[in-house]
């Protein structure tokens, strides 16, 4: 589900979002016997029909912008808040407060599995997620999309073989392939960059570069030092449930090491 577009962004904005807050209300599964439910009322009734539901708080007054051209790395140790972030800004989850505003369509990927289906092959899942992704094209045009990006995957015979038999990097392959294979406004990867060679990786780049050109922005979750040294110009920390950097991916690598206290720029961290 994509948010609805938005044309009182400023000129050259593609993306805003403000004040972003959401939490998650937690669910304790308590063994309790009857006695102890006995003792508990008689001790403090209001207390026990009124039982305060605790929340966890995932993201915290999360503000920034994206322009035209803008490649942003988003970057947090696990559970800071980076997928339920860019789960927000494609309206997969409704935020508590704040506000996301996008000018034009955007496209996000969580998970090179969603809509495959393992037993059929490469080539037949390609075909089922194009027309998943671009349901508006007519069957001519998916046709020739499926075509150019299985080529591009380079998977040759692999294409006619189960899926379920892919390695990561493999199913990386085949489902950016089909994902880039036509421009959005704004386009957001979540780790899928992350399991593909690097030769595909140094590919992939050349072919977003160009997407970049039809397209607006990109946002990349991702752990990866030389993945974001090569794709992005940007970088967003997310620490705490806060945005603890934005600006230059450099000094955020720098930054994100210095916070985490362990070194992610010789190369790919957990």
Do not use: W
Not at 11 to 37: N, P
Not at 64 to 84: E, I
Not at 167 to 194: H, N
Request: charge should be neutral; include cysteine; glycine fraction near 8%.
């Amino acid at each position: 589900m994509n948010p609805a577009a938005t044309s009182d962004l400023p000129s050259g904005q593609i993306l805003s979002v403000r004040d972003l807050s959401l939490s998650f209300r937690l669910r304790y599964y308590e063994q309790r016997t009857m006695r102890g439910v006995f003792v508990e009322m008689a001790r403090n009734p209001l207390g026990a029909l009124l039982k305060s539901k605790d929340r966890l708080h995932v993201l915290h007054n999360v503000s920034f912008s994206l322009k035209k051209g803008d490649r942003l790395a988003v970057m947090g140790v696990n559970g800071s808040g980076k997928t339920s972030l860019c789960r927000c800004i494609a309206s997969m989850l409704h935020p508590d407060s704040g506000q996301v505003r996008i000018a034009g369509s955007c496209r996000a990927v969580f998970d090179a599995g969603v809509g495959v289906i393992p037993e059929l092959t490469g080539r037949e899942n390609a075909s089922l997620l194009a027309s998943l992704l671009y349901p508006g094209d007519s069957p001519d045009a998916l046709q020739a999309l499926v075509d150019e990006a299985t080529r591009f995957s380079e998977l040759d015979h692999f294409l006619d073989v189960p899926y379920e038999t892919y390695s990561l990097g493999m199913k990386a392959r085949l489902f950016l392939s089909v994902v880039t294979a036509k421009p959005a406004d704004l386009l957001i990867l979540d780790e899928v960059y992350d399991n593909t060679d690097r030769f595909f990786q140094k590919k992939m780049t050349e072919r977003l570069m160009n997407f970049i050109q039809s397209a607006k922005a990109v946002i990349f979750v991702t752990h990866s030092a030389d993945v974001m040294r090569q794709v992005c110009n940007r970088a967003l920390i997310l620490h705490q449930s806060r945005v603890a950097f934005d600006g230059d991916i450099q000094d955020a690598i720098a930054a994100y090491d210095s916070l985490q206290g362990r070194s992610l720029s010789g190369g790919t961290g957990a």
